[in-house]
Protein backbone atom coordinates (compact mmCIF):
# COMPACT_ATOMS: atom_id res chain seq x y z
CA UNK A 1 0.00 0.00 0.00
CA UNK A 2 0.92 3.59 -0.39
CA UNK A 3 1.45 6.07 1.81
CA UNK A 4 2.13 8.92 0.01
CA UNK A 5 0.12 10.53 -2.57
CA UNK A 6 2.00 12.63 -5.33
CA UNK A 7 -0.30 15.30 -6.93
CA UNK A 8 0.06 16.26 -9.80
CA UNK A 9 0.69 12.48 -11.58
CA UNK A 10 2.21 14.79 -14.15
CA UNK A 11 3.33 17.87 -15.02
CA UNK A 12 4.97 19.74 -17.93
CA UNK A 13 6.61 22.95 -17.80
CA UNK A 14 9.05 25.09 -20.12
CA UNK A 15 12.64 25.54 -18.48
CA UNK A 16 13.11 28.55 -16.18
CA UNK A 17 9.50 28.25 -14.87
CA UNK A 18 9.01 26.53 -11.04
CA UNK A 19 7.79 23.64 -10.41
CA UNK A 20 6.06 22.63 -7.39
CA UNK A 21 4.64 19.08 -6.73
CA UNK A 22 2.67 18.16 -3.22
CA UNK A 23 2.82 14.91 -1.23
CA UNK A 24 -0.06 13.76 1.07
CA UNK A 25 0.65 11.00 3.60
CA UNK A 26 -1.81 9.09 6.02
CA UNK A 27 0.10 7.83 9.24
CA UNK A 28 2.59 10.39 11.78
CA UNK A 29 6.18 10.22 10.30
CA UNK A 30 9.68 10.84 11.80
CA UNK A 31 11.01 12.54 8.71
CA UNK A 32 9.94 12.93 4.78
CA UNK A 33 12.26 12.46 2.10
CA UNK A 34 12.10 13.49 -1.54
CA UNK A 35 13.80 11.48 -4.04
CA UNK A 36 14.12 11.79 -7.65
CA UNK A 37 14.15 8.55 -11.11
CA UNK A 38 15.25 8.89 -14.44
CA UNK A 39 13.47 6.73 -16.56
CA UNK A 40 14.51 3.20 -15.62
CA UNK A 41 17.70 4.45 -13.53
CA UNK A 42 17.86 3.68 -9.65
CA UNK A 43 16.29 6.73 -7.03
CA UNK A 44 18.37 9.64 -5.99
CA UNK A 45 17.72 11.41 -2.45
CA UNK A 46 17.35 14.99 -2.97
CA UNK A 47 16.48 16.05 0.73
CA UNK A 48 15.24 14.82 3.87
CA UNK A 49 13.01 17.05 6.31
CA UNK A 50 12.10 16.30 10.03
CA UNK A 51 8.55 16.11 11.18
CA UNK A 52 10.44 19.02 13.53
CA UNK A 53 11.02 21.13 10.51
CA UNK A 54 8.78 23.51 8.38
CA UNK A 55 10.72 24.23 5.58
CA UNK A 56 14.44 23.19 3.88
CA UNK A 57 16.30 24.13 1.49
CA UNK A 58 19.06 22.49 -1.04
CA UNK A 59 20.03 24.22 -3.72
CA UNK A 60 17.26 25.21 -6.42
CA UNK A 61 14.87 22.93 -3.84
CA UNK A 62 12.15 23.80 -1.20
CA UNK A 63 10.94 21.62 0.80
CA UNK A 64 7.97 22.31 2.76
CA UNK A 65 6.38 20.34 5.61
CA UNK A 66 3.20 20.60 7.32
CA UNK A 67 2.32 17.69 9.99
CA UNK A 68 -1.02 18.90 10.64
CA UNK A 69 -2.33 18.39 7.26
CA UNK A 70 -0.39 15.33 6.62
CA UNK A 71 1.47 16.83 3.48
CA UNK A 72 4.61 18.39 1.84
CA UNK A 73 5.69 20.22 -1.35
CA UNK A 74 8.62 20.37 -3.25
CA UNK A 75 9.60 23.35 -5.20
CA UNK A 76 12.19 23.22 -7.91
CA UNK A 77 12.70 26.57 -9.20
CA UNK A 78 14.49 27.68 -12.26
CA UNK A 79 13.83 24.47 -13.77
CA UNK A 80 15.77 22.56 -16.35
CA UNK A 81 15.29 20.17 -19.08
CA UNK A 82 17.71 18.15 -16.96
CA UNK A 83 14.89 18.29 -14.61
CA UNK A 84 13.33 16.02 -16.32
CA UNK A 85 12.23 12.87 -14.36
CA UNK A 86 9.86 11.40 -11.37
CA UNK A 87 10.15 12.34 -8.53
CA UNK A 88 8.75 10.56 -5.26
CA UNK A 89 8.12 11.36 -1.61
CA UNK A 90 8.90 8.64 0.91
CA UNK A 91 7.90 8.88 4.68
CA UNK A 92 9.10 6.15 7.36
CA UNK A 93 6.84 4.63 9.56
CA UNK A 94 8.51 3.84 12.80
CA UNK A 95 7.89 0.20 13.54
CA UNK A 96 9.51 0.21 16.65
CA UNK A 97 12.23 -2.15 15.84
CA UNK A 98 13.38 -0.71 12.62
CA UNK A 99 11.92 1.45 10.05
CA UNK A 100 10.88 1.00 6.73
CA UNK A 101 11.03 3.44 3.86
CA UNK A 102 6.84 3.97 2.18
CA UNK A 103 7.31 5.26 -1.32
CA UNK A 104 4.26 7.56 -3.04
CA UNK A 105 2.90 7.41 -5.93
CA UNK A 106 5.43 10.24 -7.65
CA UNK A 107 5.03 12.76 -9.86
CA UNK A 108 6.32 12.45 -13.89
CA UNK A 109 8.09 16.01 -14.62
CA UNK A 110 9.11 17.16 -18.09
CA UNK A 111 10.37 19.89 -18.53
CA UNK A 112 10.57 21.42 -22.03
CA UNK A 113 13.05 24.31 -24.02
CA UNK B 1 27.38 6.20 -8.99
CA UNK B 2 25.31 4.91 -5.55
CA UNK B 3 28.06 2.52 -4.70
CA UNK B 4 25.32 0.04 -4.42
CA UNK B 5 25.88 -2.94 -7.08
CA UNK B 6 22.87 -5.12 -8.22
CA UNK B 7 23.03 -7.72 -10.42
CA UNK B 8 22.11 -8.83 -13.38
CA UNK B 9 20.82 -5.59 -14.60
CA UNK B 10 18.49 -7.64 -16.78
CA UNK B 11 16.74 -11.27 -17.16
CA UNK B 12 14.07 -12.86 -18.92
CA UNK B 13 12.62 -16.04 -17.76
CA UNK B 14 9.67 -18.01 -18.39
CA UNK B 15 6.64 -18.87 -15.58
CA UNK B 16 7.49 -21.13 -13.06
CA UNK B 17 11.09 -20.18 -12.87
CA UNK B 18 13.49 -19.52 -9.97
CA UNK B 19 15.55 -16.48 -10.00
CA UNK B 20 18.17 -14.80 -7.79
CA UNK B 21 19.17 -11.04 -7.53
CA UNK B 22 22.29 -9.99 -6.08
CA UNK B 23 22.93 -6.44 -4.06
CA UNK B 24 26.18 -5.33 -2.29
CA UNK B 25 25.31 -2.58 -0.37
CA UNK B 26 27.81 0.75 -0.08
CA UNK B 27 31.24 0.14 1.68
CA UNK B 28 30.29 0.60 5.36
CA UNK B 29 26.02 0.37 5.31
CA UNK B 30 25.19 -2.49 7.17
CA UNK B 31 21.07 -2.47 5.96
CA UNK B 32 20.15 -3.56 3.11
CA UNK B 33 16.45 -2.62 1.58
CA UNK B 34 14.68 -4.45 -0.93
CA UNK B 35 11.82 -2.82 -3.18
CA UNK B 36 9.88 -4.12 -6.39
CA UNK B 37 8.84 -1.43 -8.68
CA UNK B 38 5.83 -1.87 -11.42
CA UNK B 39 3.70 0.16 -13.45
CA UNK B 40 0.48 -1.03 -11.75
CA UNK B 41 1.74 -1.16 -7.96
CA UNK B 42 4.48 1.54 -7.85
CA UNK B 43 7.24 1.37 -5.56
CA UNK B 44 6.36 -1.25 -3.05
CA UNK B 45 8.85 -2.12 -0.37
CA UNK B 46 9.82 -5.97 0.58
CA UNK B 47 12.13 -6.43 3.03
CA UNK B 48 14.94 -4.95 5.43
CA UNK B 49 17.81 -6.24 6.71
CA UNK B 50 19.94 -4.77 9.01
CA UNK B 51 23.82 -6.74 9.69
CA UNK B 52 22.38 -10.15 8.68
CA UNK B 53 19.15 -9.99 10.70
CA UNK B 54 15.39 -9.15 9.17
CA UNK B 55 14.24 -5.89 11.05
CA UNK B 56 10.97 -5.21 8.52
CA UNK B 57 9.02 -7.03 6.27
CA UNK B 58 6.81 -5.57 3.48
CA UNK B 59 3.86 -7.06 1.09
CA UNK B 60 6.54 -9.81 -0.09
CA UNK B 61 5.02 -12.70 -1.41
CA UNK B 62 5.76 -16.20 0.16
CA UNK B 63 7.38 -17.62 -2.73
CA UNK B 64 9.78 -14.35 -2.36
CA UNK B 65 12.76 -14.91 -0.12
CA UNK B 66 16.00 -12.90 0.77
CA UNK B 67 19.13 -13.06 2.96
CA UNK B 68 22.15 -10.90 3.82
CA UNK B 69 25.45 -12.20 4.27
CA UNK B 70 28.26 -11.76 6.51
CA UNK B 71 29.80 -9.75 4.20
CA UNK B 72 26.84 -7.71 4.12
CA UNK B 73 25.28 -8.67 0.30
CA UNK B 74 22.26 -9.66 0.29
CA UNK B 75 20.25 -12.20 -2.45
CA UNK B 76 16.57 -11.89 -3.19
CA UNK B 77 15.15 -14.97 -4.51
CA UNK B 78 12.45 -14.87 -6.59
CA UNK B 79 10.70 -18.86 -7.24
CA UNK B 80 7.54 -20.14 -8.62
CA UNK B 81 7.60 -17.20 -11.11
CA UNK B 82 3.91 -15.63 -12.32
CA UNK B 83 3.84 -13.21 -15.30
CA UNK B 84 2.86 -10.65 -12.64
CA UNK B 85 5.96 -10.32 -11.58
CA UNK B 86 7.71 -8.85 -13.95
CA UNK B 87 8.98 -5.65 -12.30
CA UNK B 88 11.79 -3.59 -11.89
CA UNK B 89 13.92 -4.87 -8.53
CA UNK B 90 16.01 -2.27 -6.52
CA UNK B 91 18.71 -2.39 -3.28
CA UNK B 92 19.24 0.32 -1.56
CA UNK B 93 21.46 0.74 1.17
CA UNK B 94 22.05 2.95 4.27
CA UNK B 95 24.03 2.82 6.74
CA UNK B 96 21.45 2.20 10.41
CA UNK B 97 18.31 0.53 11.07
CA UNK B 98 16.58 3.51 10.64
CA UNK B 99 16.40 5.17 7.33
CA UNK B 100 17.82 8.14 6.43
CA UNK B 101 19.03 8.80 3.20
CA UNK B 102 18.91 5.63 0.85
CA UNK B 103 21.62 4.76 -1.68
CA UNK B 104 19.72 2.54 -4.85
CA UNK B 105 21.25 0.52 -6.88
CA UNK B 106 20.33 0.71 -10.85
CA UNK B 107 17.68 -2.23 -10.42
CA UNK B 108 17.42 -5.39 -11.94
CA UNK B 109 14.72 -5.96 -14.56
CA UNK B 110 12.92 -8.81 -14.18
CA UNK B 111 10.75 -10.25 -17.33
CA UNK B 112 8.55 -13.09 -16.88
CA UNK B 113 6.85 -14.56 -20.11
Known amino acids: SQQGEEDPQALSIQEGENATMNCSYKTSINNLQWYRQNSGRGLVHLIL?????REKHSGRLRVTLDTSKKSSSLLITASRAADTASYFCATDANTGTASKLTFGTGTRLQVTL | DSGVTQTPKHLITATGQRVTLRCSPRSGDLSVYWYQQSLDQGLQFLIH???????AKGNILERFSAQQFPDLHSELNLSSLELGDSALYFC????????????FGEGSRLTVL
Open chain 2, 49 to 55: YYNGEER
Open chain 2, 92 to 103: ASSVGTFPGELF
Open chain 1, 49 to 53: IRSNE
